[in-house]
C-alpha cells in the first residue's frame, strides 16, 4: 500500500511537470523566425534637410530579424522580438563629401552601427491580411540610446513573406549630436530627421527544416 502510495504522490507531481513542458515546448513552436529577404527591396531611407537644400541617405546592406507569432487567420499574433542594424558608414548619398561629414557627424569611427531593439510590441488585425504594429524600443546612434515608439504597417503577402514599413521623425539633438554647418557656415543642416522604411521578412532556413520535420 505504501509503495502504490509513493507512486501515486509521485504520479501527481509530475502532471503538472508534464503540462508546464508541452505548454513550453508549444510557446517555442508558436515563435516564427524571419530575416530580410534577399530576392526582394528593403529599403531605409534618411530624409533630411538644411537652409539650402533637401537631402536623402540610404542604408545599404541592413540587417533586421524577428520573430513573429504563429498567424491567426491571416495576420500574426504577436512580435516578439526584432532587432535592425545598419553600418553607419553604410549610409550612402550622391555625393562622397556629404558622406564624410556624416560619418564623423555621427562619430561613425567610434560608434559603427546603428542599432534599433523592441522591447515591446502590441498587434492589431486590419484588414485581410493586414495589421498594424505599435512597437517601443531602444535606438542606438553615435553610442546614444533614447526609446522611440513607432507604428508600423504590416502585410501578409501571397507567398507569406511579412513586409512592414513606417517612418519615424528624430532629432539629431537627441543623441548629442549638433547639427553641422559646412561651407563656413553657408550650408546648415537642420535639426529634425525623417526615417523611412520597407522590410520584406522571410522565414529563416531554420523553420523551414523544423516545418519538414
Known sequence: MKTQSKRSFKGIIALPCIFFFLLSIQTLQAQVAYKLSASKDNVVKVLGSSNVHDWTMIAQKPVCEAE???????????????SFSVEA???KSEHESMDGRTYKTIKA????RIVFKLNSA?????????FIIQATGSLTIAGVSQVITMQVSG???????????????LKLTDYKIDPPSFMLGAMKVKNDLTIQFSLNLVKTET???TATN
Open 89 to 91: 558608414k553604410n549610409l
Open 155 to 169: 502585410l501578409v503577402n501571397p507567398d507569406k513573406t511579412i513586409t512592414c514599413t513606417g517612418q519615424q521623425k
Open 207 to 209: 523553420n523551414k527544416i
Open 109 to 112: 569611427d567610434t560608434y559603427p
Open 122 to 130: 502590441t498587434i492589431t488585425p486590419g484588414q485581410k491580411d493586414n
Open 68 to 82: 513573429f507569432g504563429a498567424l491567426s487567420g491571416e495576420v500574426p499574433k504577436k512580435l516578439g522580438s526584432l
